[in-house]
């Protein structure tokens, strides 16, 4: 496949996430997955670190294309298609993490889930070998899932508290209070390391 470039040689940026969107909407299955090479990995790395098991989180991955595919249609607003799909996979993982919390009956060992990132190999590597990260994955374990997502979004996707307040359907003022206790936490847990 050859790729447009630009004067200076550099491969052009391609269309712009609003054009893919519509031609996703009038079917153009090309374009649609244009939308997943660009969303697969964040998505994947947010439900990882929120649900702890890859296997798990790439379900939940699935499960929002597929849902945005089928749904495409219902999307008023192609500039909100970013956020959409976000809040689909953050209710995704919501609702597995209560669907756990009440049938509670496998016990699941932290100590298998050490480690588990979707950002690539080498952030992996450092991940697992760094008593400094595992320690902040245990601490993440003790926020509540919408303390955890609320701060994912902030910290690591690096969402403005107004996009993480329209992916998580509350308030502004709800979205900083969760990010204020999760970092009140996290401090906490981590005071061995400072």
Known sequence: MSRQTTGAGAPSPGPDEVT?????????LMAFEQLVDRYESRLLGLCIRMLRNR??????????????????????DPAAFKSWVFRLASNGCL????????????AVDPDDMVGESATGPSVEDRAETSAAVRELDQVLITLSPEQRIAWLLYEIEGQSYGEIAEVLGVSEGSVRGRIHRARLAIVEGMKGWA
């Open 95 to 106: 609702d597995f993490l209560r669907r756990r919390e009440v049938r509670r009956t496998d």
């Open 55 to 76: 296997t798990d989180a790439e379900d939940i991955v699935q499960d929002t294309f597929l849902t945005t595919w089928r749904g495409l249609d219902s999307l008023q």
């Open 20 to 28: 893919l969107v519509a031609r996703a909407q009038d079917g153009d």
